[in-house]
């Protein structure tokens, strides 16, 4: 038997890529520079046509069409995702999460403060 997560599936795929994504955000420069700006603005804008989920995507892009990607610093990037994160949460009936720099800093960058993750 195949081990779990061979292949994928869209729930193992969206934890894999929402972690990637968060963790990503918390670590872009407060003050990016252009090029930076331009690579993460391309990386996100990239989602809604190459995400390997088509209905993910297809809603994706409809989302991000009237939410353009922030990436202005990494408080805005941070909101912005968790935002977007929030939407998919909403319609898949899962809890909203909290979008302040200090709940989404304790999920991906510095952990809470009493060590505990989730
Ligand atoms: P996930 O939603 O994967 O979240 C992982 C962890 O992130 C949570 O445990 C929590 O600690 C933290 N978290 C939760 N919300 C936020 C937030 N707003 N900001 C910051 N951190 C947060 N699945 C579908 O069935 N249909 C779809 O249309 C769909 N679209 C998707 C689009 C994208 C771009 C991505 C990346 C994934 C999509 N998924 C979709 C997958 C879905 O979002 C979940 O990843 C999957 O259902 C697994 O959910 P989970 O409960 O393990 O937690």
Redesign the pocket.
């Known amino acids: 038997t195949p081990p779990e997560g061979c292949p994928p599936d869209?729930?193992q795929?969206?934890?894999a890529?929402?972690?990637f994504?968060?963790t990503t955000a918390a670590y872009y420069p407060d003050r990016p520079t252009p090029r930076q700006k331009a690579n993460m603005y391309s990386l996100l804008s990239s989602?809604p046509i190459l995400?390997p989920?088509t209905?993910?995507?297809a809603?994706?892009g409809e989302n991000v069409k009237s939410h353009p990607p922030d990436v202005s610093g990494r408080v805005g990037l941070s909101r912005w995702?968790?935002?977007?994160?929030?939407e998919?949460?909403e319609?898949?009936g899962?809890?909203?999460?909290d979008?302040s720099i200090k709940k989404?800093d304790e999920?991906?960058k510095d952990g809470p403060s009493d060590g505990r993750c989730?």
């Open positions: 869209v729930e795929l969206g934890r890529t929402w972690t994504l968060h989602l995400y989920c209905h993910c995507a809603d994706l995702l968790c935002e977007r994160h929030n998919v949460n319609k898949l899962k809890p909203i999460f979008c989404t999920r991906w989730d």
